[in-house]
């Protein structure tokens, strides 16, 4: 239940910074201009793109999980059916507290999400097996997937702006504000995941639309995914 309650939290998110036009999430900037040139919904388009994104794991050896299957399906679902509650780039008196509140919200449904702990998004174990491949740090591979997707989504024609800058700098301290109610599992919340208080600190410091937030260091990002893996 705590899953799939995260995930529909996680697209109700995703709409309302969309929708607010004031810069999306980084995947969130490609699957909206994708979206205007395909003719389909953002929705659909996040679980379209999910899905190649599952495809690409198969070269590199990536084993998905429940959660991961989930992730590609629910948050889209929930993205077009929430679409229909919020408006469309509003006056700033209301997009600001739309993308506020959806960067909050994005924040503690990522916690819900990793404490069920049904393995990761598909873009981040696209992340980790590119790691593990190339052994290349995660900084750098994670860095170079957001630039690479935000830039072809600006070219397609998706927002970015502000929205995009306070989600990236927000989204790890606001995770781990709600990782302290314990609502992501004992660990995170007392910052064992990658290593004490500080890797939680930094958690979704490159924020993406794939509800796992970026890991300190690439053994231990790593060693959790195994370990997800085999549960």
Known sequence: MKLFVGLWLY???MVAILRAGLGN???DVLHQGLAEKIGLSVGVTSIVVGALV????IPIRQ???FGTVANVIVIGVAFDT???LFPENPALVVAIPMMVGGIVLNAFATVLYIGAGMGP???DGLMTGLVARTGGSVRVVRTSME???????????GTLGIGTVLYAAGVGPLIQLFAKTGLGGPALARGEHGGGDDAVAKVGECGSSSPEP???SAKAWLGRMRSAART
């Open 121 to 123: 998004g598909p873009r």
């Open 11 to 13: 697209g109700t998110a």
């Open 25 to 27: 999430m980084p995947w």
């Open 82 to 84: 929430m679409a229909p």
């Open 147 to 157: 630039v690479l997707v935000v830039i072809v989504g600006f070219l397609l024609g």
């Open 63 to 65: 084993k998905p999980g």
């Open 54 to 57: 599952l495809l690409a794991w």
């Open 214 to 216: 970026a890991p300190v």
